[in-house]
Structures are given as structure tokens and as C-alpha cells.
């Protein structure tokens, strides 16, 4: 049985979840402020995490960070009552994997945790333990990080899904709809832009000079393609 750890501070959400996600088949743990959340996570090990952005004391946006430097791998979904575009792009960017926002269905937030734990669980045979050289950087997917002159720095989620399509399609352009299908799928449809950030955020973790990128290179009015 799957177990979700919700941080929620909204006491009608917390049971009504609590009985959906039961007769869905998970064990669903709740805390209502981010440090004792954050506290379970460390304690119960669960499986996926449900994180409302606004909390008392810290935001949703930090404890997902705090959340990703403890345990890279563990999916979160961001659940808020904000829609905009730019504060969807700050929960990706802290290390969420989806973002729903209120009013929702427990019907909807059920078929996207099963989404994500689907998509989340490794393929059989997949090798993805094996740090692969770039220039002069390494990335391993399994730990989420890149290193490469002394440094570590971690990808988020979706920075380590959209950097692995384009690493196991080296000279192919990938337009940004195939990115937005294969790594949001049906969830969430982002603007495009939202890939173009990502694209940045990349290029300052792989490239010698971002500015002028010889690895992540853009094709105009399409997509990107991966150079080694």
C-alpha cells in the first residue's frame, strides 16, 4: 500500500482526502505546518508528498526545496489556490513535479498521483545509475545532481527529465510540445516559455559559457537538440 505524506493546513481538505485516498487504496499521513511535514518525511518514508504552498510559518516553496535536499527522488505535488503562470514555474523550479490548484477534485489529485508514481518508477532495465560526462560536467540522474570543477549542483525534477530527453536524442530536435508530453504528459500543459526557463536554468548547470551553449543548442520556432 502506498503511503502520501499531505501538508496541509486546511482541516476539511485533510479528512476529505484522508477517506478518498483510503478507499483508493493508500495510507495518507497528514501534518498541518512544514516543519512537522518535513518531520514525517524523515519518519514515515513516504512514497509521495502533497505540499499546499500557503502554510503557516513556511510557504510551500521553501519546504520543497528543504524537501529536495533531503530526498531528491521523492515525488511532490504542489497543491495552492494560486493559478498564475509564474508561480507554477517557482513551484517547479523549488522541485515539484506537478501543481494543482484549488478548487480540485480528490478524483483528479488521485489519477495524478498515479501518474506521477507510474512515471516515477524506474523502467525495467533502466541503467540510470550511470554518470554521464559532459564537457566538463557529469550528470547522474539517479543522485539528481551535476558536478564537474570542484562543484555540485542539484537538478530539479523536471531539469533531470527534460535534460535526459534531449541527452537520449543527441542531434534530434525536440520541439517544446514533445517536452511538454513526455515530461508533464496530461497533468499540467505549461506554457511553453516554462520550457524555455528550464532551457536557461540548464544551459547555467552544463554549458562553459550559457551564453553561447555548444551542448543545449535552440532550433528557431521549434525546439532544442543535445550536442556532446
Known sequence: MKKILLIEDDNTIVEGLTAAFKFHGFTLIGAGNGEDGFYLLGTEKPDLVILDIMLPGHDGFEICRKIREQNRRIPV????????????????????????????????????????????????????????????????????VITGDGTELPLSPKESQILKLLMENPGIVISRNRIIDDVWGEEYYPNPKTIDNFILKLRGKIEEDPKNPVHILAVHGVGYKFKF
Open 77 to 144: 505535488i504542489m497543491l495552492t489556490a494560486k493559478s498564475r503562470e509564474n508561480d507554477k514555474i517557482q513551484g517547479f523550479e523549488s522541485g515539484a513535479d506537478d501543481y494543482v490548484t484549488k478548487p480540485f477534485s480528490a478524483r483528479e489529485l488521485i489519477a495524478r498521483v498515479n501518474a506521477i508514481l507510474k512515471r516515477s518508477a524506474p523502467a525495467p532495465g533502466d541503467n540510470q545509475s550511470r554518470p554521464i560526462t559532459v564537457g566538463k560536467v557529469t550528470v547522474d540522474f539517479s543522485n539528481f
